[in-house]
């Protein structure tokens, strides 16, 4: 059994909070601009697969949904870098 006696070396003090890094805070905001960069990747490749950049309507609709997703990711990304540290 393990039990803490009096002349244990545990102290009794309230644990530290842990710093959460910018990467935990903004997780969310740096998958959606992966996604998005790897969407506006895709659709680049499909677009020129001929030569010329030459989209389609699938192409295009890919290509603007890649680059609303990295829009709100790097929004987030900035916010979370705006807003700093949490506090308390």
């Known amino acids: 059994m393990d039990r803490a006696g009096p002349g244990a070396s545990q102290s009794d003090?309230?644990?530290q909070p842990l710093q959460s890094s910018l990467l935990s805070r903004g997780a969310i905001g740096f998958w959606f601009?992966?996604?998005g960069l790897l969407g506006l990747l895709r659709s680049w490749m499909?677009?020129?697969r001929h030569?010329?950049?030459d989209a389609d309507?699938?192409?295009l609709l890919w290509l603007i949904g890649s680059l609303l997703?990295?829009?709100?990711g790097a929004?987030?990304?900035w916010r979370t870098l705006r807003e700093g540290p949490p506090r308390g």
């Open 75 to 77: 929004l987030r990304v």
């Open 13 to 15: 003090a309230p644990p």
């Open 57 to 59: 309507a699938i192409t």
């Open 46 to 48: 499909r677009a020129t």
């Open 51 to 53: 030569g010329a950049f």
């Open 69 to 72: 997703l990295t829009l709100m």
């Open 33 to 35: 601009l992966g996604l």
